[in-house]
């Protein structure tokens, strides 16, 4: 009888202890997948590169004046070149310099004059000008070589009236200075496929309007030759 109850109490200890074992290593085993499981993680988050967010931000730069399409109505188109007795010599026939730029007198011996905004301009012998109206005011004048003219044919001064004051921006434009009680913006040179370009924006007193005088040369060349009498034409323009 003695013997059984050792056996049942060695029996007893031995099934506590298996029991003790077995929890031991469950509990073992969890921990050990978990660490696993967290190592895994790791190694995923570090071995994949991390998402990059891109914001698109949308720029609105405002267009050019000479860029703007404006409703044309009731166009007329004058075109002409002065005669003999419409010629006006300029006093100066030498080179000089207008503002820091340098200008030549010595051919603008043409003079163009429209009164409904009082415009005025010098402008070379053998040359022809294109005056567009709207509405019997003027609009725009363009100025081209003629046949007799020293100057390539793809040459051209336009004048265009710009009565929206509010669409000029100044970031367009390099330098400015005053003359004849006017306000005067020069743009840089621009060269796009060999074709050359300046724009002169004129900002006036008057209340219709002010102007954008440019110059279109087929080549650089050609600008280089023509620039010194382009601003003579500036210097002479008078408006209001």
């Known amino acids: 009888e003695l013997i ?16 003790k074992d077995l929890n031991l290593g469950f509990f073992h085993s969890t921990i050990f997948h978990l660490l696993i499981v967290v190592v895994i993680q790791l190694i995923v988050i570090y071995s994949i590169p991390s998402t990059i967010r891109i914001r698109i931000v949308k720029s609105k ?9 404006e409703t044309r109505v009731e166009q007329k188109v004058t075109i002409g ?9 300029s006093p100066d026939t030498s080179k000089d310099l207008f503002a820091r730029f340098e200008i030549d007198t010595s051919n603008i011996i043409q003079k163009y ?12 012998i053998n040359w022809f000008f294109f005056d567009n109206k709207v509405k019997d005011i003027v609009d725009g004048i363009i100025f081209i070589p003629g046949e007799n003219s020293d100057y390539n044919p793809q040459l051209s001064v ?3 009236v710009v009565q929206d ?3 000029f921006n100044r970031a367009y434009f390099d330098s400015s200075f005053k003359f004849n009680d006017m306000e005067f913006f020069v743009g840089k040179p621009q060269t796009v496929y060999q074709q050359v370009t300046q724009t002169i924006y004129i900002k006036t007193k008057i209340y219709k ?9 087929p080549n650089e060349s050609e600008f280089r030759k023509f620039q010194p009498v382009f601003f003579a034409m500036v210097k002479s323009f008078t408006a209001g």
Do not use: M, W, Y
């Open 158 to 160: 336009l004048i265009q």
């Open 81 to 89: 070149s002065l005669g003999k007795d419409s010629l006006k010599h």
């Open 209 to 217: 309007a002010d102007f954008q005088i440019k110059c279109t040369s």
């Open 165 to 167: 004051k509010s669409l």
């Open 61 to 69: 730069a405002p267009i050019p004046v000479f860029l703007q399409n």
């Open 113 to 124: 004059e429209e009164n409904t905004l009082n415009v005025s301009i010098l402008f070379p």
């Open 4 to 19: 059984i109850k050792i056996e049942k109490i060695l029996r007893r200890k031995a099934k506590e202890t298996r029991l």
